[in-house]
């Protein structure tokens, strides 16, 4: 298990990550990262742009077919 120390960064917070964190997860200073929250908790996710349109087009159809989605839940 690592440790982050949460510190000021203007008006924001940020993470110091730990440099074998940054390693394990393929990424480096100034990539970014996806903040998703599930049933587990908060994970850390590296940013992946096929992923990312894939995603806004899933946000797209279910605004599109809210009505739809929404008595699908019922």
């Not at 440790?3 to 203007?10: D, N, R």
């Not at 850390?44 to 894939?54: R, S, V």
């Amino acid at each position: 298990m690592a440790t982050a120390k949460i510190i000021p960064v203007g008006n924001s917070a940020g993470i110091i990550l730990p440099k074998e964190i940054l390693a394990r997860m393929n990424v480096e200073k100034g990539d970014t990262l996806y903040i998703v929250e599930g049933p587990q908790g908060i994970r850390l996710i590296p940013y992946d742009q096929e992923f990312a349109t894939q995603m806004e087009a899933a946000r797209e159809v279910m605004r599109e077919n809210r009505d739809v989605l929404q008595r699908l839940a019922e």
